[in-house]
């Protein structure tokens, strides 16, 4: 990914969640530049555009993941609290700064997470009261729930997390 379209990148989009309240997050359509998508398949499209160096930049910028957590009432949207926290444990692995291309699929996800997250422009413009995270939200969430099972084994075998902690963090 060029260093600029990490941080500049804002496609003309909308968030259209199916008729069918049933439907799971996976199946749910976004609309992107005139092309409907699921939401896992947005994911795997901007997932393949990180580069390791993009990784290792958002590395430096985990703080800012909570810094935007801590200027939003977090509460209004269902998981975001705990999906940020994660989000940044993971990006402060020691296994982030020194990963490669080409990155692994969950690494390369969580990366496009945590960028997604850091966009103020992105499918909802995040200035927008009470819908702004919306999109962040969902992004964060459904990645977790993506690669649920590597991101906690990582934490564990680096210590973050115990296996008692891991069972009641995995209802984010």
């Not at 499209?45 to 590395?59: P, T, V």
């Amino acid at each position: 990914m060029k260093p600029e379209q990490l941080w500049t990148d804002q496609p003309k989009a909308s968030y259209q969640p199916g008729t069918s309240k049933l439907r799971t997050l996976a199946y749910m359509t976004w609309r992107l530049d005139g092309k409907a998508m699921t939401i896992d398949e947005y994911i795997e499209n901007q997932r393949q555009q990180l580069m390791s160096s993009d990784i290792h930049a958002l590395g430096l910028f985990a703080d800012r993941l909570l810094e935007k957590l801590n200027q939003t009432d977090a509460g209004t949207y269902l998981g975001l609290g705990e999906t940020v926290h994660l989000v940044v444990q993971v990006l402060r692995l020691p296994m982030f700064e020194q990963v490669e291309d080409p990155l692994p699929v969950w690494v390369a996800e969580v990366g496009f997470a945590a960028a997604y997250l850091l966009k103020r422009n992105d499918l909802i413009p995040d200035h927008l009261p009470e819908i702004g995270l919306v999109d962040d939200a969902l992004v964060l969430k459904r990645v977790i729930e993506r690669n649920h099972s590597t991101l906690y084994r990582s934490l564990i075998s680096a210590g973050v997390l115990s296996v008692g902690r891991e069972l009641a963090a995995s209802s984010v």
